[in-house]
């Protein structure tokens, strides 16, 4: 069955220009070309999403356009690091917490983006006499040439991996990862019954190109999607966590979850702070989120159809803090914390390093001050935001959630 289709823009969308239309073409192409090598001709929602996301060349994070800026139209989203360098100053203290409980000096930053994060947090730790071992492990290369170019006059030692470490101790940081992370795609028909959803292909010209290699017509591939029973898998997934609700649609991320089932396995001592946006379970699938967290960005621009500009536009899902820790306790891991953005980096220490500032430097207060409102405010990242400690063999409360920490709600 048919239930969306990308066949106009949403208002206010900027234009593409010529580059990008020609990237979104090849995009558009290839998908194609991998739908029709799909069974039935039906992708998992899952597999589009990695592709729009990490197919090599053409991919959201693989391809060469700029992803984060604080300001449109250089980028697509901003993080909290890229607002202020505050967020990464603050985090040191739980940072060096955490390798002092460990025994180590080694950091590890999945997913580092421009290196904003790391470019703050290196200093940082510098200042509390810790000369990290920082390791980046980054799917982008051009993300990776960046981080490269930004750090180098650090002269810190920085090292990018290849792929995650069998054998860690020391701190993981992964900021605004797990919504990345592709997620599987569900709705319930009007009797009941669990269907997962997948994209299919909406024009014949597409569908008839030749199997040998990514269509070319002139008119470029239009995707609808569609929808089939879901696996006994998915069934009893789902019916361990909310009842079934006709019309209702929305996300599990089975990739998140074997990711943190994982992370139990090489990380051997300390702990990984992970900070995204998301709720606990009861509250993810709440009945009146009928339509789930999916959501898109283009140009600081958010909209909800995945469809529309593949290898264009990030495609995110919020975090199910609960399946997370969950998952993270079957790998063997501790929670350590659970609390909000906002919580966490006051407990940090983040107010402390406001009070140095000059109160009398009217301008430049204002202009640190506004992007930590940002940061702490319930109507922007403060509340939406979580933060979450998992970890092994440390035995002190970790000062991020020595206020406000919510492990009980998970």
Same mark, same amino acid.
């Given at each position: 069955m048919?239930?969306?289709?990308?066949?106009?823009?949403?208002?206010?969308?900027?234009?593409l220009?010529?580059?990008?239309?020609?990237?979104?073409?090849?995009?558009?192409?290839?998908?194609?070309? !991998?739908?029709?090598? &799909?069974?039935?001709?039906?992708?998992?929602?899952?597999?589009?999403?990695?592709?729009?996301?990490?197919?090599? +060349?053409?991919?959201?994070?693989?391809?060469?356009?700029? =992803?984060?800026?604080?300001?449109?139209?250089?980028?697509?989203?901003?993080?909290?690091?890229?607002?202020?360098?505050?967020?990464?100053?603050?985090?040191?203290?739980?940072?060096?917490?955490?390798?002092?409980?460990? +025994?180590?000096?080694?950091?590890?930053?999945?997913?580092?983006?421009t290196? /904003?994060?790391?470019?703050?947090?290196?200093?940082?730790?510098?200042?509390?006499?810790? !000369?990290?071992?920082?390791?980046?492990?980054?799917?982008?290369?051009?993300?990776?040439?960046?981080?490269?170019? !930004?750090?180098?006059?650090?002269?810190?030692?920085?090292?990018?991996?290849?792929?995650?470490? &069998?054998?860690?101790?020391?701190?993981?940081?992964?900021?605004?990862?797990?919504?990345?992370?592709?997620?599987?795609?569900?709705?319930?028909?009007?009797? $009941?019954?669990?269907l997962?959803?997948?994209?299919?292909?909406?024009?014949?010209?597409?569908?008839?190109?030749?199997?040998?290699?990514?269509?070319?017509?002139?008119?470029?591939?239009?995707?609808?999607?569609?929808?089939?029973?879901?696996?006994?898998?998915?069934? /009893?997934?789902?019916?361990?966590r909310?009842?079934?609700?006709?019309?209702?649609?929305?996300?599990?991320?089975?990739?998140?979850?074997?990711?943190?089932?994982?992370?139990?396995?090489?990380?051997?001592?300390?702990?990984?702070?992970?900070?995204?946006? $998301?709720?606990p379970?009861?509250?993810?699938?709440?009945?009146?989120?009928?339509?789930?967290?999916?959501?898109c960005?283009?140009?600081?621009?958010?909209?909800?159809?995945?469809?529309?500009?593949?290898?264009?536009?990030?495609?995110?899902?919020?975090?199910?803090?609960?399946?997370?820790?969950?998952?993270?306790?079957?790998?063997?891991?501790?929670?350590?914390?659970?609390? &909000?953005?906002?919580r966490?980096?006051?407990?940090?220490?983040?107010?402390?390093?406001?009070? $140095?500032?000059?109160?009398?430097?009217?301008?430049?207060y204002? =202009?640190?001050?506004?992007?930590?409102?940002?940061?702490?405010?319930?109507?922007?990242?403060g509340?939406?935001?979580?933060?979450?400690?998992?970890?092994?063999?440390?035995?002190?409360?970790?000062?991020?959630?020595?206020?406000?920490?919510?492990?009980?709600?998970?």
């Open positions: 048919n239930m969306a289709r990308n066949t106009s823009a949403p208002a206010g969308l900027p234009s220009d010529i580059d990008s239309a020609s990237h979104l073409r090849a995009m558009q192409d290839y998908l194609a070309y !991998r739908i029709q090598g &799909s069974e039935g001709g039906f992708m998992p929602f899952e597999e589009w999403m990695h592709h729009a996301l990490y197919a090599p +060349g053409l991919g959201y994070y693989a391809a060469g356009s700029t =992803k984060f800026g604080s300001e449109a139209p250089e980028g697509d989203f901003t993080t909290g690091p890229e607002l202020t360098p505050l967020f990464g100053q603050a985090l040191a203290g739980q940072v060096a917490q955490i390798l002092a409980a460990s +025994g180590t000096k080694n950091v590890l930053e999945v997913g580092a983006g290196g /904003a994060l790391a470019a703050a947090l290196i200093p940082a730790l510098n200042l509390l006499d810790i !000369r990290p071992q920082y390791q980046i492990l980054e799917v982008s290369p051009e993300l990776r040439e960046r981080q490269q170019q !930004r750090l180098g006059s650090l002269h810190a030692n920085v090292q990018w991996l290849k792929a995650l470490p &069998s054998d860690f101790k020391g701190c993981v940081i992964a900021n605004e990862v797990l919504d990345a992370m592709p997620a599987t795609l569900f709705s319930w028909d009007d009797a $009941g019954n669990l997962e959803l997948g994209v299919g292909l909406e024009n014949a010209a597409a569908q008839q190109a030749g199997a040998d290699a990514p269509a070319e017509s002139s008119e470029p591939p239009r995707f609808k999607l569609v929808e089939r029973p879901a696996d006994e898998h998915l069934q /009893a997934l789902m019916s361990r909310m009842p079934p609700l006709p019309g209702y649609r929305s996300e599990v991320n089975v990739q998140a979850e074997a990711w943190m089932r994982q992370l139990g396995t090489w990380l051997k001592k300390g702990a990984a702070l992970l900070i995204d946006y $998301g709720f379970q009861r509250e993810f699938y709440h009945p009146q989120r009928a339509e789930g967290t999916l959501m960005h283009f140009r600081h621009h958010a909209h909800a159809d995945p469809l529309l500009y593949p290898g264009l536009q990030d495609i995110t899902t919020h975090v199910d803090f609960t399946a997370m820790a969950d998952a993270a306790l079957e790998g063997g891991l501790e929670i350590l914390g659970y609390t &909000s953005q906002a966490f980096l006051m407990n940090a220490g983040l107010i402390e390093i406001l009070t $140095g500032l000059d109160p009398h430097d009217a301008a430049g204002a =202009k640190v001050v506004g992007p930590v409102q940002k940061l702490l405010s319930e109507a922007e990242m509340e939406l935001f979580k933060v979450m400690a998992v970890g092994r063999g440390l035995d002190v409360p970790l000062m991020g959630f020595t206020s406000g920490d919510r492990r009980d709600r998970l």
